[in-house]
């Protein structure tokens, strides 16, 4: 890109006054992951910086989505591992809780983790954190009015927008006189149970209506899952979806997969949901009912509009993360094309060094390595591609495949139920991408993803020392798999001829 066309593509679209100097080099709108991170790079590169937030800091993440979901996990599992304790030589006894307990241990958590998204912390850091709502006013200015001080208006280089996303409530008839919960509202609503709900609806089978299905079972609520599609997880495998299916039932969750819901019904105290099945009608009775139908990008309220900034699903963005004008960024569950906290802070990463540096050198954002988990029992972590996308795509590839139930610390575990499964390329040690169902699947999955990103094959994987008896041998072992698949067959065949003439001599 020459220099005239890097001065031209800099001048945001429209007839705007541009200020003659700036309050500040950036101003990030959304103290969620991606917008803490991006405030955070300003701030350590000595760049002025603004973080603008009208809710809680740590986003949905910390306050309605990874951490009191993974605390809810850890309850729901260790009540579940008490029911089944013969598996480890000990008798099996039914738990005794306080609903209202757990509830409080997961607020618990979510105060302990809270201070690494502080406002204080990162005022430490060298960040102007505001609370108020900001409007995108022009290219380079933001007018933020809250409940501290009276509305101002900031003049800035370069913004980040970082809104996040929220859940997505589908237009149910009925649903709002029924009454529903999200995976943000549960925390606050169910806190005040002394009991999980006795019968509850889940409508959505992703990640997060299977997580949470599967540990209200293991709590005591009888659950049903519905889901329109014919299976849940559908993006994943079909065999890897099959055994979500059957952790989900062994849980006690009742699934009802292929089912449309029609409406939702309140007569006197009871509620119920009509759900359709090859035009068979089904009510269900219900004391709460959890949409997890998944989520939407937050678009509106902040400026878009007026800026004429596209909407598509998502933010619009160029391959740098720049929006309709060069100097407004997107990163997140707002730019998409993941919704994980993950990716938003790495999206952050580029969002930021190209807002602040873009005029020196521009970095395409990379996506070619994203891992990501659903967090049932068993776990499922994958990634790059599994077997689907690959057909999908046309691309060739090879299946090399380990059973867990053949790994040492599985046994030891009694946790043996899943594999590994690694996609490479047809006659070379490649990966393209693995899938992970097991135990601590998650922590198991990062040598992949640092194998994919830095082009290690799995003969360096067979190579490295894995410590025994550990589950990260399922990796060496898928690895040394796939050696034995293609194990140099001719010279195998002189190194037996070599060994018997030496057994002669």
Same mark, same amino acid.
């Given at each position: 890109?020459?220099?005239?066309?890097?001065?031209?593509? /800099?001048?945001?679209?429209?007839?705007?006054?541009?200020?003659?100097?700036?309050?500040?080099?950036?101003?990030?709108?959304?103290?969620?992951?991606?917008?803490?991170?991006?405030?955070?790079?300003?701030?350590?590169?000595?760049?002025?910086?603004?973080?603008?937030?009208?809710?809680?800091?740590?986003?949905?993440?910390?306050?309605?989505?990874?951490?009191?979901?993974?605390?809810?996990?850890? /309850?729901?599992?260790?009540?579940?591992?008490?029911?089944?304790?013969?598996?480890?030589?000990?008798?099996?006894?039914?738990?005794?809780?306080?609903? +209202?307990?757990?509830?409080?241990?997961?607020?618990?958590?979510?105060?302990?983790?809270?201070?690494?998204?502080?406002?204080?912390?990162?005022?430490?850091?060298?960040?102007?954190?505001?609370?108020?709502?900001?409007?995108?006013?022009?290219?380079?200015?933001?007018?933020?009015?809250?409940?501290?001080?009276?509305?101002? @208006?900031?003049?800035?280089?370069?913004?980040?927008?970082?809104?996040?996303?929220?859940?997505?409530?589908?237009?149910?008839?009925?649903?709002?006189?029924?009454?529903?919960? %999200?995976?943000?509202? !549960?925390?606050?609503?169910?806190?005040?149970?002394?009991?999980?709900?006795?019968?509850?609806?889940?409508?959505?089978?992703?990640?997060?209506?299977?997580?949470?299905?599967?540990?209200?079972?293991?709590?005591?609520?009888?659950?049903?899952?519905?889901?329109?599609?014919?299976?849940?997880?559908?993006?994943?495998?079909?065999?890897?979806?099959?055994?979500?299916? &059957?952790?989900?039932?062994?849980?006690?969750?009742?699934?009802?997969?292929?089912?449309?819901?029609?409406?939702?019904?309140?007569?006197?105290?009871?509620?119920?949901?009509?759900?359709?099945?090859?035009?068979?009608? %089904?009510?269900?009775?219900?004391?709460?009912?959890?949409?997890?139908?998944?989520?939407?990008?937050?678009?509106?309220?902040?400026?878009?509009?007026?800026?004429?900034? #596209?909407?598509?699903? @998502?933010? *619009? %963005?160029?391959?740098? !993360?720049?929006?309709? $004008?060069?100097?407004?960024?997107?990163?997140?569950?707002?730019?998409?094309?993941? &919704?994980?906290? $993950?990716?938003?802070?790495?999206?952050?990463?580029?969002? @930021?060094?190209?807002?602040?540096?873009?005029?020196?050198?521009?970095?395409?954002?990379?996506?070619? *390595?994203?891992?990501?988990?659903?967090?049932?029992?068993?776990?499922?972590?994958?990634?790059?591609?599994?077997?689907?996308?690959?057909?999908?795509?046309?691309?060739?590839?090879?299946? %090399?495949?380990?059973?867990?139930?053949?790994?040492? +610390?599985?046994?030891?575990?009694?946790?043996?139920?899943?594999?590994?499964?690694?996609? @490479?390329?047809?006659?070379?040690?490649?990966?393209?991408?693995?899938?992970?169902?097991? /135990?601590?699947?998650?922590? !198991?999955?990062?040598?992949?993803?640092?194998?994919? #990103? $830095?082009?290690?094959?799995?003969? #360096?994987?067979?190579?490295?020392?894995?410590?025994?008896?550990?589950?990260?041998?399922?990796?060496?072992?898928?690895?040394?798999?796939? #050696?034995?698949?293609?194990?140099?067959?001719? !010279?195998?065949?002189?190194?037996?001829?070599?060994?018997?003439?030496?057994?002669?001599?």
């Amino acid at each position: 890109m020459s220099i005239f066309q890097r001065l031209f593509e /800099s001048r945001p679209h429209g007839n705007w006054q541009k200020p003659r100097t700036f309050d500040r080099n950036l101003i990030v709108i959304g103290a969620g992951a991606a917008g803490l991170v991006s405030a955070y790079i300003a701030a350590t590169v000595k760049a002025r910086v603004s973080l603008v937030e009208s809710g809680q800091m740590g986003g949905d993440c910390l306050n309605y989505g990874c951490v009191p979901s993974k605390a809810l996990i850890k /309850s729901a599992s260790i009540a579940y591992q008490m029911r089944h304790a013969d598996r480890y030589g000990l008798s099996p006894v039914a738990p005794q809780f306080s609903f +209202r307990t757990i509830m409080q241990r997961i607020e618990t958590i979510i105060a302990r983790i809270e201070p690494h998204d502080s406002p204080e912390r990162y005022r430490a850091l060298g960040v102007d954190v505001i609370r108020g709502h900001a409007r995108i006013i022009d290219p380079w200015r933001v007018e933020i009015t809250g409940p501290e001080q009276a509305p101002r @208006t900031l003049t800035t280089r370069s913004i980040i927008i970082a809104a996040g996303a929220r859940p997505f409530v589908p237009d149910l008839p009925g649903l709002e006189d029924g009454g529903y919960v %999200t995976s943000n509202t !549960l925390w606050h609503d169910f806190a005040r149970l002394d009991q999980p709900p006795p019968r509850l609806v889940v409508l959505g089978g992703g990640p997060i209506g299977c997580e949470l299905a599967q540990s209200f079972a293991r709590l005591g609520s009888h659950v049903t899952l519905v889901e329109v599609l014919p299976r849940v997880l559908i993006r994943e495998d079909p065999e890897v979806a099959d055994m979500a299916r &059957q952790a989900l039932l062994d849980s006690g969750v009742e699934l009802l997969t292929s089912h449309r819901p029609l409406r939702c019904e309140r007569r006197g105290e009871h509620r119920q949901i009509i759900v359709e099945n090859a035009s068979e009608e %089904t009510i269900i009775e219900f004391d709460a009912l959890l949409c997890a139908t998944g989520r939407s990008p937050r678009l509106t309220g902040y400026g878009l509009e007026e800026l004429g900034i #596209k909407t598509e699903h @998502t933010i *619009v %963005t160029d391959n740098y !993360l720049r929006t309709l $004008h060069p100097n407004i960024f997107a990163a997140g569950d707002v730019a998409g094309p993941y &919704q994980f906290t $993950h990716v938003a802070a790495h999206q952050a990463w580029y969002a @930021t060094v190209n807002a602040l540096f873009g005029n020196l050198k521009l970095f395409r954002v990379d996506y070619s *390595v994203i891992p990501w988990t659903t967090f049932i029992d068993p776990e499922i972590a994958r990634v790059g591609m599994n077997e689907q996308d690959a057909a999908a795509q046309d691309i060739p590839y090879e299946v %090399t495949r380990y059973e867990l139930s053949e790994l040492d +610390r599985a046994i030891t575990d009694s946790s043996t139920q899943g594999f590994v499964k690694v996609l @490479t390329v047809p006659g070379r040690d490649r990966i393209l991408g693995a899938t992970i169902v097991g /135990s601590h699947a998650c922590d !198991l999955l990062p040598e992949f993803v640092l194998a994919m #990103k $830095h082009g290690i094959g799995l003969n #360096k994987i067979l190579a490295t020392i894995h410590t025994y008896p550990t589950l990260s041998e399922a990796s060496k072992y898928a690895a040394g798999q796939w #050696k034995r698949a293609h194990a140099p067959r001719r !010279l195998l065949a002189l190194a037996q001829r070599y060994h018997a003439w030496r057994r002669q001599r």
